[in-house]
């Protein structure tokens, strides 16, 4: 009887002994495991498709040519708008004794109606609608712009202006690598500067790789600029809570992410409403609460702190 007693007494704490063991080693396990857990906190957000572009800029431009020789002096400030005929400046003739009253000089005038720029650039009868819409554009796009603003003095001839009418819709050639999906008669949606607009496809072109482009209206900045950077908008944005792509996890035959909540982790189905390289824009979880960003099995239920996030 005493021998059985024993026995069992050293069963019951070898029992305990291993209890209190696997208990301290799921502890350790548990903290260890806890403290490699990586967050991140979910925040609102909006995932964008945008594709930045060249663009070459055409308008209808017409160059104004000094009368005379003499000193200039403009009237009004650049992209100012003047009608057919008025002055846009005056020219006081070469020899002209000092004292001599204003009203003797020459007046330039704007032969057409529009906005007035000093600066050309001897491209404004190649680079128009009419050619990028007729031409090769291979050759039309590989001619070289040579910017100028008339100085103090000029010469008969000379061209010290231009006037663009802003009345006429801006046409563009936009460098697009790969056109696919890109119909004539379709638009896009384009950011120039602070404008953002629908503009009609014309023309498609293999080369160079492109298309050409009617805005609806006179784009601001198209002619000081005429070849620069835009935005092409090739989707909608969406607008929701981002997470980091990292912290997908699919779990059986669920796709989720793990939270934390309450200070334990918790797995949480998802659905997944837009997404780019690096972020993916759900709908169903709160903006602000950490998510995991390093995921695998077991995380459920462990518990986490993330006071340092």
Do not use: C, H
């Given at each position: 009887m005493e021998g059985n007693k024993r026995k069992r007494i050293y069963w019951f704490w070898s029992i305990v002994l291993i209890l209190l063991a696997g208990s301290a080693v799921w502890s350790f396990r548990s903290s260890l495991t806890a403290k490699t857990i990586k967050f991140e906190v979910a925040q609102t957000g909006t995932i964008t498709h945008e594709q930045k572009v060249m663009a070459t800029f055409a308008n209808q431009e017409t160059s104004i040519l000094a009368p005379i020789?003499?000193?200039?002096?403009?009237?009004?400030?650049?992209?100012?708008?003047?009608?057919?005929?008025?002055?846009?400046?005056?020219?006081?003739?070469?020899?002209?004794?000092?004292?001599?009253?204003?009203?003797?000089?020459?007046?330039?005038?704007?032969?057409?109606?529009?906005?007035?720029?000093?600066?050309?650039?001897?491209?404004?009868?190649?680079?128009?609608?009419?050619?990028?819409?007729?031409?090769?554009?291979?050759?039309?796009?590989?001619?070289?712009?040579?910017?100028?603003?008339?100085?103090?003095t000029v010469q008969t001839g000379e061209v010290v202006g231009k006037v663009v009418n802003n009345l006429i819709p801006t046409m563009a050639f936009l460098?697009?690598?790969?056109?696919?999906?890109?119909?004539?008669?379709?638009?896009?949606?384009?950011?120039?500067?602070?404008?953002?607009?629908?503009?009609?496809?014309?023309?498609?072109?293999?080369?160079?790789?492109?298309?050409?482009?009617?805005?609806p209206y006179y784009i601001d900045g198209s002619v000081s600029d005429r070849r620069h950077e835009v935005t092409w908008i090739y989707r909608p944005s969406v607008t929701g809570v981002l997470v980091p792509k990292s912290a997908l996890w699919t779990k059986g035959e669920e796709l989720g992410v793990f939270l934390w909540s309450e200070g334990v982790v918790q797995f949480k189905k998802v659905k997944i409403l837009d997404q780019d390289d690096q972020q993916i824009c759900i709908d169903n979880i709160p903006s602000g609460i950490p998510v995991v960003i390093t995921p695998r099995d077991g995380l459920e239920g462990l518990v986490a702190d993330v006071k340092n996030i």
């Open positions: 020789s003499g000193k200039i002096q403009y009237l009004g400030e650049d992209g100012q708008r003047f009608r057919r005929g008025e002055a846009v400046g005056t020219i006081q003739a070469d020899g002209t004794a000092p004292g001599t009253k204003r009203e003797n000089a020459q007046a330039i005038q704007a032969v057409v109606g529009g906005l007035f720029f000093r600066q050309s650039d001897g491209l404004e009868s190649i680079l128009t609608s009419q050619n990028l819409t007729t031409m090769d554009l291979d050759k039309l796009l590989a001619q070289t712009a040579k910017v100028k603003t008339p100085g103090v460098e697009i690598p790969s056109m696919e999906g890109l119909v004539v008669g379709k638009t896009l949606r384009i950011t120039v500067g602070n404008q953002t607009v629908n503009a009609k496809i014309l023309r498609k072109s293999d080369q160079p790789k492109g298309i050409i482009v009617q805005f």
